[in-house]
């Protein structure tokens, strides 16, 4: 009786980590606040719709730090911590008077349209006024961003009706240029907090 039941114990223990294994890049949690500038990561050029109907380009967004972010409006897991971690952090940058954009981009682009990023966002209450949620791309198009900006794999899984897509949270500089990532599932706001104050006033 006690072998089964370390046995089963054992199979649910490989299930759980084989189940949570895609969520991070690497098969692990990444550290809050990774350094990838010696990565030397670049946004390539877009051009976005956000959850107003209105055009969001790469160059929008230089001259300023933001953060970016990959979510699906029915993402049954991973999103549900990430996007009310965002929202956290967005609270607590405005707190502290510190000027950051932030973007999430919809890996389920022709699901996502914007009016129901918009819902998405009212949902949690995302401030819009720094906040776009983009779609109006294709599948490729999305897949190659995340690929060749954030060095990440964005993959559907079919049997489990799910996205596979990074859970981090990148931090990109005025220039454009991807020089940190931080754990998105993690609701630690004072990491990313502390790196922008610090970059703000250098």
């Known amino acids: 009786m006690k072998q089964q039941f370390l046995l089963l114990a054992l ?4 299930l759980l980590l084989s189940g949570c294994a895609w969520l991070y890049d690497s098969g692990k949690p990444a550290e809050n606040g990774s350094d990838l500038s010696h990565l030397d ?14 055009t969001v380009t790469n160059e929008d967004l230089e001259g300023k730090y933001w953060i970016a972010d990959m979510i699906f409006t029915s993402c049954p ?16 940058l405005e707190q502290e008077g510190v000027d950051v954009q932030f973007v999430s981009f919809s890996v389920d682009p022709e699901f996502d349209n914007p009016d ?25 198009e999305i897949k190659k961003l995340a ?6 794999t964005v993959e559907k899984d079919p049997e489990q009706n799910d996205i596979i897509h990074s859970t ?28 922008l104050k610090r970059l703000s006033n250098s």
């Not at 129901?116 to 490729?140: M, Q």
């Not at 690929?147 to 990440?152: D, L, V």
């Not at 931090?171 to 630690?188: C, H, W």
Request: hydrophobic share 30%.
């Open 11 to 14: 199979g649910l223990l490989t």
């Open 77 to 92: 897991t991973v999103c549900n911590l990430m996007t009310p971690n965002m929202l956290n952090l967005q609270g607590e």
């Open 116 to 140: 129901r990023l918009k819902k998405y966002g009212e949902n949690y209450g995302a401030d819009f006024s720094s906040w776009h949620f983009l779609t109006g791309y294709s599948d490729e």
């Open 168 to 195: 981090k949270f990148f931090l990109i500089d005025p220039e454009g240029n991807v020089i940190r990532s931080y754990d998105g599932l993690e609701n630690d706001a004072d990491p990313i907090v502390e790196d």
């Open 41 to 54: 990561l670049e946004v390539k050029p877009f051009s976005y719709t956000n959850q107003a109907e209105e």
């Open 147 to 152: 690929n060749e900006t954030f060095q990440t």
